[in-house]
């Protein structure tokens, strides 16, 4: 029991991550079909600038990494995909890799390769004891702030006006502009969100973690490339599925394989990968309408 | 109804407008022009470049001559968002619904320009009385819908956004001849409101009962303008349809 519960929490933990991951790639690709690589880099801006406002108050140093990321999202979206808006799509790919190597650069060149090692979350490094198992508060905490980010997207997405023209326009982006949604808005708009998202990732990363480097998004983001497209590209609510399904499908690989093969258990994750795409190569649930972008 | 051309210029004017796909060419020198209150229709084989011209006016397809003008104001292309604003409104071939969407959010999005949310709720009402089917399915994802439903609630979303042109790009593509004339009859209703109406078409019988006056397109050209009375009874329309005479109607 104890170690069910504990497995869970790791699971649902880890997988929240991914789906938050997940959603801010999958927010973007939705809206104009772009696997935007330098998300990785907005997670690793987040966790510097929490790791530059390390002696602040918490709220501080979480507004200023949201500020930050969102700052900088909407910015390589201004300067570099803007213009290549109506590129081929492997045009924006390789304009996606350049700007994320670029940015990683740039951070190596600002604040050197050297490994920072922050603790954001001090209050959260105690267990929590619930039904007498103990849970680690900070796990607790990643699954709950998922949740709660998780359903805020779904309403804003489901209930507004502005939610439902970046629906509109992720399923089918010139008839979305011909009923007069403005694309430049919803797309930096999309931007933003997902800078927003990468920046709570980073949060809650760093504070599993305990460490940043110019590196530190990359992992995470390459998973969580990988969730998208085993949920299906371009459907949001696949997104998240698929974070969790790879989080999930980790944490049950470290937990259950023979201990002389767990350093190979990325190898099983990715095996089954490559079986759930055999199976269903549009992704577990396929977007609409992905042919129909001009 | 303002049916009559008692201003100068027209609603849309179109003058020597080329547009061109690499070598190929798709409208050499047309020019056209439709008053505000009349249903005018272009006819034409497939190919003979009517969504090329619908696209030019919408800032779809960028022209390489020629002069759109609405409303006595030069129409830019690539500027999608502000057709609409400018009160064109395209309900484009194949119909594109937002097929993920639900029946009600696509009307929504006609709406995207307005602001008075209580108005729009009012005329959605309105429709789903007109239309109870897609009223009881109103929050199914309109990619369900029948072609003939998924044809009405296009209409119905290009009129929420209260158009001073509505553009039509073949209507009745696919659909069964009852529910063409369904589809006919909603063009009937809007025009006796007296909305602008341009309606591109391939069936040309239904297109000249419908429009003041029609134009027939081949190859990139106009053949034969005129009333749609004239041209129905005109024994040169059908060698325009299909191309067989080449010199430009005059």
Known sequence: MQMIIQVLADAFSLGGLYALTALGIGLIFSVMRLANFAHAEFVTVGAYVLFALSGEPLVMGVAAAILATMALAVLTERLAFRPLRNADPATMLISSFSVSMFLQRLLVFLVGSRIKTLDPLPMLNNAVTIGGVQVSSLKLVTIIVCAVLLAGLTLFLKKTRFGLQMRAAAENFTMSRLVGVRANTVIAAAFALSGALAAVVALLFAAQTGFVQPRFGVQLVIIAFVATVIGGLGNLFGAAVGGFLVGIVSILLQAFLPPELRPFREAGLFLVVILVLLVRPQGLFPARGLKERV | MTATANSSSPLLSIDGLVVRYGQITALSEVSLHVDEGEVVSIVGPNG????????????????????????????????????????????????????????????????????????????????????????????????????????????????????????????????????????????????????????????????????????????????????????????DFEAAYFGLRTEAAS
Request: net charge positive; aromatic share 4%; charged share 25%.
């Open chain 2, 48 to 235: 003979a470049g009517k969504s090329s011209l619908l696209g030019a006016i919408a800032g779809l397809v960028q022209p390489a001559g020629g002069r759109i003008a609405f409303a006595g104001e030069p129409v830019a292309p690539r500027a999608l968002e502000r057709t609409v604003r400018r009160g064109i409104a395209l309900v484009p071939e194949g119909r594109h619904v937002f097929g993920g969407l639900t029946v009600h959010e696509n009307l929504m999005l006609g709406a995207t320009v307005r602001n008075d949310r209580r108005v729009v709720d009012d005329e959605i009402a309105r429709f789903f009385d007109i239309f109870p089917i897609l009223g009881e399915r109103r929050n199914e994802a309109a990619g369900r819908l029948s072609g003939g439903e998924q044809q009405m609630l296009v209409i119905a979303r290009a009129l929420l956004s209260k158009p001073r042109l509505l553009m039509l790009d073949e209507p009745s593509l696919g659909l069964a001849p009852k529910v063409t004339d369904r589809v006919y009859e909603l063009l009937a209703e809007i025009r006796a409101q007296g909305l602008t109406i341009l309606v591109v078409e391939q069936n040309a019988p239904r297109a000249l009962k419908a429009a003041n006056r029609t134009y027939v397109l081949n190859g990139g050209r106009v053949r034969l303008a005129g009333p749609s009375a004239t041209l129905a009874a005109d024994p």
